[in-house]
């Protein structure tokens, strides 16, 4: 319990005792004569030479960005001289022009810390130095900005001080700019939804690429028929079929493998709608590809004949990106001029994106087809088995017939060679159902005659 109370003790000094040296840093200047420049413009030569403003530099704690001036547009010289908003630049300079001196603070360097207003160099500053210059690199502003300060409604109140001054003050009018890069950029790189595209072609993981076409749709039948209906105050209207639009057709795998089957048609819709929400995350400083653990590209090319090309690289955990635009050959002048300034906006750097982005240009064959059937056991035949003489009491086998008579009868399938019945003495009948041959031979002649002697 005391020691509940002696934290609540502390804590009630602590926030009274930066109160009371909040309150002295503004109550300084009350004392003596007010400071020079009360009421008056924090920067009163820049509202005169807004327009020459070509280069603005920031120094954090974080870092140093810094934006030039390409003729009427801004680039981001941090990031590779990448495209850089140029409307978020004139709101700075415009808001710088307009910071008014609202009142005056600290002029004590050593408390600069507690306004936010210290070197930005200095260990953990939260202060931001802003400087302008003009294309010859002279200085047209160069100011620190410190902490915010809560005021009236639709007010931007800070600690600010000129960078080669000590004297601080609360300003109106001007916000603190952003010290991260990837405010001052588009990380959207493409917007193109899938009814733009009419051909994609993507890598897999198994080697062969997915080839997505999508279905023509039958031309409008300028003949057909309309289908009649009556209107409020009872006359006829007729209202013609509307063909379907491009986005309704569907897609199709060009090279599905004859004996698969899709799953269903959502998947193809995703990967052919990929470039809708495409972003980075930043511009990566080593634009350079080699070296890296996984490759895979994507292409798309669209309606009118816009080839967009995607090169993606994983290096470690991280996923880069490049694109190149290109037209048909045979595309119209002026779809080529429209890859030419695609090029230049969005082709000429190299891009870090989230896995996500990453794996969404790429997909697996056995994400899209149907599992293959399991394949049939092979059917087991019965061993054959040598055919064995059958015993008294066995039966034969079936299909076969039995080898000995059991009824006594002959068997009828086969003749006898000779007669074998009995003669009138009992002795079994040897001759031949035939004649006899006679023996003409001259022996038989002589044999006979001396018989006859």
């Known amino acids: 319990m005391n020691s509940s109370r002696a934290f609540i003790v502390l804590l009630v000094v602590t926030v009274l005792a930066t109160s009371a040296a909040i309150a002295s840093l503004a109550s300084e200047s009350s004392v003596g004569a007010a400071p020079e420049g009360l009421g008056e413009a924090l920067l009163p030569a820049l509202a005169a030479s807004i327009n020459d403003v ?28 990448f495209p850089a908003k140029a409307d978020s630049v004139k709101e700075l300079v415009v808001s710088l022009a307009d910071a008014t001196r609202m009142q005056a603070r600290t002029a004590l360097a050593a408390r600069h810390h507690l306004l936010g207003v210290e070197q930005p ?7 931001l130095r802003v400087r302008l210059s003009d294309e010859a690199g002279a200085s047209l502003a160069d100011v620190v900005l410190g902490s915010s300060v809560r005021g009236p409604p639709r007010t931007h109140r800070l600690n600010a001080r000129l960078s080669d001054a000590s004297q601080t003050w609360l300003i109106d009018g001007a916000r603190r700019p ?4 990837a405010q001052w950029v588009s990380l959207q790189l493409l917007a193109r939804p899938a009814e733009d595209m009419a051909a994609v072609e993507i890598s897999t993981r198994d080697g062969e690429p997915l080839l997505l076409e999508r279905e023509a749709l039958p031309d409008a039948d300028p003949d057909a028929e309309t289908e009649a209906g009556e209107s409020e105050t009872g ?3 007729s209202v013609a079929s509307v063909p379907p639009e491009p986005s309704s057709a569907a897609w199709r795998v060009a090279n ?4 698969r089957n899709l799953r269903d048609a959502a998947p193809l819709e995703r990967l052919a709608d990929a470039l809708a929400s495409l972003s980075m995350q930043r511009v990566a400083l080593e634009p350079e590809l080699d070296q890296v653990d996984e490759r895979w590209n994507a292409s798309f090319t669209t309606h009118d004949g816009l080839v967009i090309a995607a090169a993606i690289a994983r290096i470690g955990s991280e ?10 050959e045979g595309s119209a002048a002026a779809l080529n001029g429209e890859a030419q300034a695609l090029h230049v906006e969005r082709g000429a750097w190299t891009y870090v994106v989230s896995a996500t982005s990453a794996e969404a240009l790429r997909t697996n064959w ?9 394949p049939e056991p092979p059917v087991e035949l019965a061993p054959e088995t040598p055919a064995a003489e059958s015993s008294a009491g066995e039966l034969p086998a079936p299909g076969t017939e039995p080898d000995g008579d059991t009824d006594g009868e002959p068997d009828s399938d086969t003749e006898p060679d000779s007669d074998t019945k009995p003669d009138a003495n009992g002795e079994p009948d040897t001759e031949s159902d035939t004649e006899p041959d006679t023996d003409t031979s001259p022996a038989a002649e002589l044999g006979s005659e001396g018989d006859d002697g």
């Open 54 to 81: 070509a280069r603005v530099e920031l120094n954090s704690a974080e870092g140093e960005l810094v934006l030039e001036r390409d003729g009427n547009d801004w680039q981001l010289a941090t990031w590779q001289e």
């Open 319 to 328: 996923h880069r990106l490049q694109l190149t635009f290109s037209a048909l």
């Open 178 to 181: 952003a010290s991260d890069p």
């Open 256 to 259: 599905v493998p004859e004996d």
């Open 366 to 374: 056995d994400d899209l087809l149907q599992p293959l059937p399991d």
């Open 235 to 237: 006359e006829a209207a």
């Open 121 to 127: 160099a200095a260990p953990d500053s939260d202060a």
